[in-house]
């Protein structure tokens, strides 16, 4: 930014005619009238002009203060900027020339070398020469891209030929503040084309370059037509005085704010020249919304509606701009575009009056359709994600800070990845809305035979979607509610009860045995398996002196199933004897570990009665994307100051929590989840990729999954609690669905491969029926995983004794010496199962979930006042 020089300052004096004496006088000479009522209307006038001159001189020195301070350093460029992730361009990639340049000129690059620090770039003929400055983000190295048949053919730098290359992280908002965010692109006067100078003058201020400040004849013509049409419909202000309203003042409309109002704008023309008021006005001025940014200043509007450079626009577009000083709401081209026409129109007329244009350039534009780029999605600029960076970094740098050091605060925000996200988001909660509204739509009778369709009012369901790098625990894209503008709470980090995706770490403990053998009840070392069978019948728990009576999802039971299919169906009381038999404290600590910290060792533990966030439960389900390592979220790659020098290099917490082998084994089973279970609704709409996950209910409807390169959560709730009365499956798994649909048509997450197997686990096909090894006589199979050595060995046409009896309860392996577990991975100690205190129920617990649907369960006393829902999840 240019730096200013102040011009002379202003000084005041006044000048008083004291008339001589004209004859004798008894006292000297008299200044005062004789006449006591002229004597005293003097001596009020010269009160109230002393008042008048003192606050003058009160206000001059404590604005010429606030001036110079406001002035003293950089004007725009103080206030952190968040930058997006770097997007990476690659061999192969259907992309050309001019949307690399698209993007390379929205992340701040010049098209001539030495405008932008960042970097600039050059057309040439069949590719971009691409040159970073020195404040980029990435080395100075140059490099070429070169293209064939509309797709990247080669990309080179220095070092030789290069399979991708990341171009500079675009801004997301460059305004690091609580209460306002802005979007701006600084601009100097010398680059603002003279036909914007001109639309802006010839409709704002025609007298710019004359008066000092203040047009006076300006104000009393605004002032007079106020008066007599009794309503405001002119003003009067200066692009000097609209300057310092913008700049100083609240925007309340008082007689004294537009006094102090015309004091700053006669301050201000002292100081500067008219060529940089033009320029901080050029940048400061607002135009628009997009998303819950403000669109500040021409060079940023010019992105913003055309997408092109300032410098690019043509006549119509620069009038369309000026026009929008007045009323960018009500005026705004998307929403209103005949406003927006008639307004650009109206400049047009003005610059001829000014002789800025003749009457047949004047026409020829007039008659240019409107052509506007199109608008980015709601949310699509990530206002929840922005709220929880400057959240992180408010509990290490004060806000002062953050705000005058010119911060570069590069994220881990993908644009294009966000985008998808608030697309989905925004075409699955309008599903939820129907179901709700249905849910809500009754008929009464209004007479005989008569019946009317009311629908009864509630509120509408929130949302909150995070998806990550599942390999490095970047939070790639973050919706936090279904309308940043309405509601400001950020419901990613809203704990709820987690419902049925806590599910998997129950499983996930019970396959651990496969590494640690837990004791059966006849004293033989207990291995869980997919393949172990779990009774799934009315059954009641005990802990401690409380009585738990999980129910499942209309009272449907399955008597003898195996873990694989009791997990892809989500039965409860399979799962929570599962639970159970392996030891409660166990599922609680394998949960503590991954990051669920709110758990307790409870039964209804097991069904996920307790409280976790999108974004804990995210970073927890990296333990079975990440092959047993859980990931610590994070949202910040790099801190860096003005010149580009790193402040702070952020990497994320890593821990082992599982064993390779059985996170692939949980994978694998959740797999299941959406080819046969609870979750086939994801297929259904079409997202057919390789991926594992896994529906929950509570009062909320949850899904949480994930492929080869992404991870997702979604959550769908009420926030006052209420039950949503609609499973996971029906309300976040088809926004989970749309969001993957879009994820995998990005080149970055087209990739999608099969989950990568590590060694130690083998892939075995079972009888459909018995659950044992398949012969050619069985007729029908599946396939599933196994830590090695703990696979079923009968055959499905081959008899088996006692041994088989307990193989078939318990799992195959138990006598089989198993692999050891990797170092650096806790697996725990081998303990009996605990055995819950048989007690009876009381009466209260007998009636406990007789007033609920048959969805509910009826928790212990001691458990959250939430009841553990049954949905089918």
Not at 608 to 621: F, K, L, R, V, W
Not at 762 to 776: G, H, K
Not at 778 to 805: H, L, N
Request: hydrophobic share 40%.
């Amino acid at each position: 930014m240019t730096k200013w020089r102040l011009l002379r300052p202003l000084t005041v004096a006044i000048k008083l005619k004291i008339p001589k004496s004209t004859g004798p006088s008894t006292g000297g000479s008299r200044l005062l009238p004789r006449d006591p009522l002229l004597r005293a209307a003097f001596l009020v006038f010269v009160t109230i002009s002393l008042v008048i001159v003192g606050s003058f001189s009160y206000l001059y020195v404590k604005y010429d203060r606030i001036i110079e301070k406001r002035f003293k350093g950089p004007v725009f460029s103080s206030a952190a900027r968040i930058y997006a992730l770097p997007q990476a361009v690659k061999v192969g990639e259907k992309i050309d020339a001019k949307e690399i340049a698209m993007l390379l000129r929205r992340a701040g690059y010049s098209e001539r070398d030495g405008q932008s620090p960042l970097g600039s770039y050059r057309l040439v003929k069949g590719g971009i020469d691409i040159s970073p400055g020195a404040e980029s983000y990435h080395s100075p190295d140059p490099a070429q891209i070169r293209f064939s048949g509309g797709q990247v053919e080669g990309i080179k730098d220095r070092s030789g030929e290069l399979a991708a290359y990341e171009l500079e992280p675009q801004l997301v908002t460059s305004l690091f503040d609580a209460e306002q965010r802005s979007k701006r692109q600084l601009v100097k006067y010398d680059d603002i084309p003279q036909m914007m100078v001109d639309a802006v003058l010839s409709i704002e201020d025609r007298r710019f370059f004359q008066h000092s400040g203040v047009n006076y004849l300006r104000l009393m013509e605004a002032a007079w037509v106020d008066f007599t049409r009794q309503k405001h419909e002119q003003g009067g202000s200066t692009i000097t005085m609209q300057l310092s309203r913008a700049f100083f003042l609240s925007p309340e409309k008082t007689l004294k704010r537009k006094l102090v109002e015309m004091l700053i704008a006669i301050e201000l023309e002292q100081k500067f020249s008219k060529q940089q008021i033009f320029e901080f006005y050029a940048n400061r001025v607002d135009l628009g919304q997009r998303g819950s940014f403000t669109i500040s200043g021409f060079a940023e509007a010019a992105r913003a509606y055309f997408n092109k450079d300032l410098k690019d626009i043509t006549l119509p577009e620069a009038a369309l701009l000026a026009g929008l000083i007045q009323a960018p709401s009500y005026l705004s081209p998307y929403r209103h575009p005949e406003r927006a026409l008639d307004r650009r129109n109206l400049v047009l007329e003005s610059m001829v009056e000014t002789h800025a244009i003749t009457r047949a350039e004047a026409d020829k534009a007039k008659a240019t359709p409107l052509k506007l780029a199109p608008p980015n999605v709601e949310a699509s600029d990530a206002p929840y994600f922005v709220d929880l960076v400057r959240d992180n970094l408010i509990n290490k740098y004060n806000e002062r800070e953050l705000n005058e050091q010119s911060y570069r605060i590069y994220t881990t925000l993908d644009p294009d990845l966000q985008k998808a996200a608030a697309q989905a988001v925004e075409t699955g909660i309008k599903l939820v809305d129907e179901q709700v509204k249905k849910m809500r739509t009754h008929k009464i009778k209004v007479g005989k035979g008569k019946y009317e369709t009311k629908v009864k009012s509630g509120p509408d369901a929130q949302v909150a979607l995070v998806a990550m790098d599942p390999h490095t625990g970047q939070i790639l894209a973050l919706v936090g509610g279904r309308n940043y503008g309405f509601s400001q709470l950020n419901h990613a980090v809203a704990k709820r009860p987690t419902g049925s995706i806590f599910k998997p770490f129950v499983y996930a403990a019970a396959m651990n045995t496969a590494l640690n053998p837990t004791t059966a009840p006849d004293g033989q070392a207990m291995v869980l398996t997919p393949a172990s069978m779990v009774e799934d019948s009315p059954s009641t728990f005990s802990y401690g002196d409380q009585i738990y009576e999980p129910r499942n999802y209309k009272e449907e039971y399955h008597g003898q199933v195996t873990a694989r299919y009791a997990l892809a169906l989500s039965l409860n009381n399979a799962t929570v004897k599962l639970a159970e038999e392996v030891g409660y404290d166990k599922v609680a600590d394998l949960a503590k570990s991954a990051g669920i910290s709110s758990v307790k060792a409870t039964p209804a533990m097991a069904l996920g009665a307790y409280d976790a966030t999108p974004i804990e439960m995210a970073a927890a389900y990296t333990v079975f994307a990440n092959g047993g390592t859980r990931l610590s979220p994070i949202m910040i790659n790099s801190l860096r100051n003005s010149r580009g020098d790193v402040i702070e290099d952020y990497n994320g917490d890593k821990k082992e929590v599982l064993d390779p082998r059985v996170a692939y084994v949980m994978t694998n089973m959740m797999e299941g989840v959406l080819n046969f279970g609870t979750a086939l609704s994801v297929r259904a709409r079409g997202f057919m990729a390789p991926a594992a996950g896994k529906t929950g209910s509570s009062h909320d409807g949850w899904f949480a999954g994930y492929t080869s390169n992404l991870l997702c959560i979604v959550w769908v709730g009420y926030d006052d609690y209420s039950d949503l009365r609609l499973s996971g499956a029906q309300t976040a798994a088809p926004i989970w669905a749309e969001f993957m649909k879009r994820a995998v048509t990005l080149p970055q997450y087209s990739e999608v491969k099969p989950f990568t197997q590590p060694s130690g686990v083998v892939d075995v096909q079972l009888d459909n029926i018995t659950n044992r090894l398949a012969t050619p006589s069985c007729p029908e199979t599946y396939t599933a995983a196994f830590v090695a050595g703990t696979e079923p060995r009968d055959t499905c046409d081959q008899g088996t004794g006692i041994k088989g009896f307990f193989s078939r309860i318990f799992g195959p392996g138990a006598d089989k010496p198993l692999p050891p577990a990797p170092p650096g991975v806790q697996t725990g100690q081998a303990t009996d199962a605990q055995d819950p205190a048989k007690k009876k129920k009381g009466l209260f617990g007998k009636i406990a979930g007789i007033f609920k649907d048959d969805k509910s369960s009826a928790a212990p006393s001691n458990q959250p006042s939430n009841s553990t829902n049954t949905n089918p999840h």
